[in-house]
């Protein structure tokens, strides 16, 4: 981005030349600077790394300094000086694992006092910005330092570089006040976690930078309101604040940034209108200010605003008022109405956009059918999901070379797609989820080499033979869930999948082992169809499997025991409602390391695009009842269930060994035995069923150091003895989840365990407020005032409970004998 921007071609064009020679103190520096490097990537352990684009940095080497790559010298009559350095992306880490790149690697450049230009974007740089390095370089007109992990505020020093004229510092970790120490510890997930609570404002001293041309802070953590002294950089063209923590209104006075052509707000949370000073600034072509909490209605000025070409005001509260006849003066490229209360028909002024490439008219109200305009003006990106769009799409929109995403998810479309989609061979995503659409999927569509992303689930799709997608297709993403196909299970699809989606449906047969072909795929769902057979083993051979649902089917048979021996990644596997017999495997649990770990974010190709995707999501049985889980938030759950199957045998105690589960279900089976105390190490744990088995023995005290639990059904057992205390433990008093054991006992259930001992109770006529006391105190004692005792004592105390009085075998004896 930044060496395509004009003040680099100006650069470029006005310094570039040859040159004899280069100061030897800046060619030092330059080397020392690449030793530092070197010695970091031999210190780094577990990483492949290696370095780019300075090989040709070396004291061997004839070329002088100057003409080294990545290095920019000026033009003098005897001797050159370093200007410009190029040094972006210079470590490549081929590696899963992040590395860390300390500011210190910075110090030997700052010593080129005739720096003009420096570019030390996307390095991986960790810590604050080393402001008294920065102070050396006073001639710095260019300084970029995006994408990096720079935290802590932006150093004073940099507001003293009277020449800049552009500076871009986004897609760090900056605020206003973070201190030294926060800025250099926290890493990256943390800082993520936390950004609602660590942020700081941006500095007023941003005004002094008054040669400024373009200013980017995107992709940070400032908060607070924009500095009013933005107003007094009267050069800018450019200003990127997006995706912050930024609130209050927009300032008037950056109606006063006349030169301004890209204003880019977005992301924020920045509230009340649009500004009217915005009208000002005639030279505008892209204006964002997407995602924010802005109110009133979109202001018809800036439909007369000529000179825009990208318009971005969706996701706020901003209404717009329909205005019939409108005819803007600008001609856009990009439009994002999305969530902006636009009703009736899609408007027709969009028609006269004949440049437009992209339309967002999502989450409104829109009605009528799909316009043949729209299908006629070649756009390249249309997303008109969440409507009340109906009718049939016409063969004239998939006649389009320029279509490359189409969403018209969640409305009232219907009838066969037409024949002739394949022939929108530039289509990378296709999303039709939650229509009327039916019949077959058009054989053409496996003709879309560049598809990426097929999104056909909750639909009236039918047929038996899916279309056969090729091994070399790109296609990553199908989902084609909730429909009528029926057969067997396709397995025809491109090698690079790595989420399909298949539930919901009528098909058939036993599971296909060619799904070992798709070496690449983390998300199976087979769920709620007819699938018969035996759970195979070949799962194991899918080593990037990370999520695997098969439940509510006729699948039986044993667990194979060498099922987990591959499976380091899973972390969600659901065989619940099947037929499944015998034991659950005691072996290879230590590979499910997706389990024992906390997990990972799950991989996703949505990252690529920069348009919203909305993937569906993910149902599981979660406490007690089905739950669906967003695809933003698969990556911290981690799920195992087994229940309803007629599973026998003990519970092997290794389970308690995978700590990252959140939900553990084996209810509904046949299992035998105690409870492994070793489920006291489940510490992610939030819901635990054990229910309806025929377990024996008492609930392990271990459970008492389940802190996350919150729900915990074992009713319907065998179970017998004192219910533990402690922890989580005392708020788990709903009696319905111990129900029908054959002997528990304790506070959670207003039980007495035998080992307690009450004193003499008062003989009292009738119930008042101190014998209620007194009992209030004998709990206290017993069981310590937890917080799940406060709840038991004012259930109790409501529903007048009173402690049986216990009878011996002579009063028995009378009372029978009074009977007859």
């Known amino acids: 981005m930044a060496k395509q921007s004009l003040t680099i071609t100006i650069f470029f064009f006005f310094f570039m030349t040859l040159c004899s020679t280069c100061p030897i103190d800046q060619k030092n520096a330059l080397l020392k600077f690449k030793s530092s490097l070197i010695n970091l990537t031999l210190n780094t352990t577990n990483l492949d790394v290696f370095i780019n684009g300075i090989d040709s940095w070396d004291h061997n080497n004839a070329l002088d300094c100057c003409q080294w790559e990545r290095v920019l010298c000026s033009s003098k009559p005897n001797s050159s000086s370093v200007i410009g350095l190029y040094l972006d992306t210079l470590l490549v880490v081929i590696s899963t694992d992040s590395m860390v790149v300390p500011t210190s690697v910075l110090m030997p450049l700052f010593g080129i ?95 002094n930078l008054k040669k400024l041309e373009e200013l980017s802070l995107g992709i940070n953590i400032f908060d607070g309101e924009i500095p009013a002294s933005i107003g007094f950089l009267k050069e800018l063209k450019k200003l990127d604040l997006s995706h912050n923590l930024l609130s209050m209104e927009i300032p008037f006075v950056i109606g006063e940034l006349t030169n301004l052509t890209t204003l880019v707000l977005g992301g924020n949370r920045l509230s009340g209108e649009i500004p009217l000073s915005i009208e000002k600034l005639v030279k505008l072509e892209t204006f964002d200010l997407e995602k924010n909490m802005l109110g009133g209605e979109i202001p018809l000025w800036l439909f007369g605003m000529e000179s825009l070409k990208n318009l971005h005001l969706g996701k706020n509260n901003l209404t717009w008022n329909g205005a019939k006849g409108l005819e803007p003066k600008f001609q856009l490229w990009k439009l994002s109405l999305s969530s902006c209360r636009v ?142 196909f029926s057969g067997e299970i396709p397995t025809t699809f491109s090698q690079e999948t790595r989420i399909l989606a298949m539930g919901n449906n009528n098909f058939s047969g036993s599971i296909p082992k060619n799904l ?41 048979g044993l667990i194979p025991h060498d099922m987990f021996n591959n499976l380091s990644s899973l972390r969600i596997l659901d065989v619940s409602n099947n037929k499944l017999v015998g034991t659950i495997p005691n072996q290879n649990t230590k590979n499910l390391l997706g389990m024992i770990n906390t997990p990972k974010t799950l991989s996703s190709i949505r990252d690529v695009f920069t348009i919203p995707i909305e993937y569906n999501d993910l149902i599981v049985n979660w406490k007690s009842s089905k739950q669906g889980i967003s695809h933003n938030s698969l990556g911290i759950y981690s799920l195992l269930d087994m229940s309803r199957n007629m599973l026998f045998g003990e519970i092997p105690s290794s389970l308690g060994e995978l700590k990252g589960l959140k939900l553990l279900n084996m209810s509904h089976n046949r299992l035998t035995g105690k409870i492994p105390s070793s489920f006291g190490d489940l510490e992610s744990v939030e819901s635990l069923d054990l229910s309806h088995n025929r377990l024996t023995g008492s609930i392990p005290p271990t459970f008492s150091k389940l802190l996350e639990l919150s729900t915990l059904v074992l009713s319907n057992n065998l179970l017998s003895g004192k219910i533990p205390l402690g922890g989580q433990m005392d708020t788990m008093a709903d009696a319905a989840s111990y129900a029908n054991n054959s002997g528990l006992c304790g506070m959670q259930i207003h039980v007495l365990c035998s080992d307690q001992k009450l004193s003499p109770p008062r003989v009292v006529e009738e119930e008042d407020d101190e014998s209620d006391d007194e009992w209030f105190r004998w709990e206290g004692v017993g069981f310590g005032y937890s917080a799940g005792f406060f709840l038991t004592v004012g259930i109790l105390y409501f529903s007048g409970y009173v402690v049986p009085k216990k009878v011996n075998n002579t009063q028995r004896r009378r009372r029978r004998t009074s009977q007859h």
């Open 113 to 207: 006092k005739t720096l003009k230009l420096l570019d030390i974007s996307s390095n991986k740089i960790q810590g604050e910005i080393p402001g008294f390095g920065l102070a050396n370089l006073t001639k710095l007109a260019y300084l970029n330092m995006m994408g990096n992990k720079f935290s802590g505020s932006i150093p004073k020093q940099v507001f003293k570089l009277k020449s800049l004229k552009y500076l871009d510092l986004s897609n760090n970790f900056l605020s206003g006040n973070l201190s030294h120490e926060v800025g250099f510890l926290r890493n990256l997930r943390a800082l993520k976690l936390d950004q609602n609570s660590l942020g700081g404002s941006i500095p007023m001293e941003i005004g």
């Open 343 to 484: 009703e009736g028909e899609i408007p027709s002024w969009i028609s006269k956009q004949k440049g437009l490439d992209f339309l967002d008219l999502s989450e409104n109200k829109l009605e009528g059918e799909f316009p043949l305009w729209l299908a006629e003006m070649e756009v390249g990106g249309i997303i008109l999901s969440d409507n009340k769009l109906s009718g049939s799409l016409s063969p004239r929109l998939f006649e389009s070379r320029n279509l490359s995403v189409l969403a018209l998810s969640r409305n009232n479309f219907s009838g066969e797609l037409p024949e002739n989609i394949g022939e929108a061979s530039a289509i990378m995503i296709l999303m039709l989820a939650s229509n009327q659409f039916s019949g077959e999927v058009p054989k053409s569509i496996t003709n879309i080499y560049r598809l990426l992303l097929l999104d056909l689930s909750k639909n009236r799709f039918s047929g038996s033979n899916l279309p056969a997608f090729g091994d070399d297709a790109l296609l990553a993403y199908v989902d084609i869930s909730s429909n009528e």
């Open 516 to 556: 070992t072909k798709l070496t690449l795929l983390e998300h199976l769902e087979l769920n709620d169809n007819n699938i018969t057979g035996e759970l195979p083993s070949f799962f194991s051979q899918i080593s990037t499997l990370e999520i695997l649902i098969l439940r509510n089917n006729s699948i039986h």
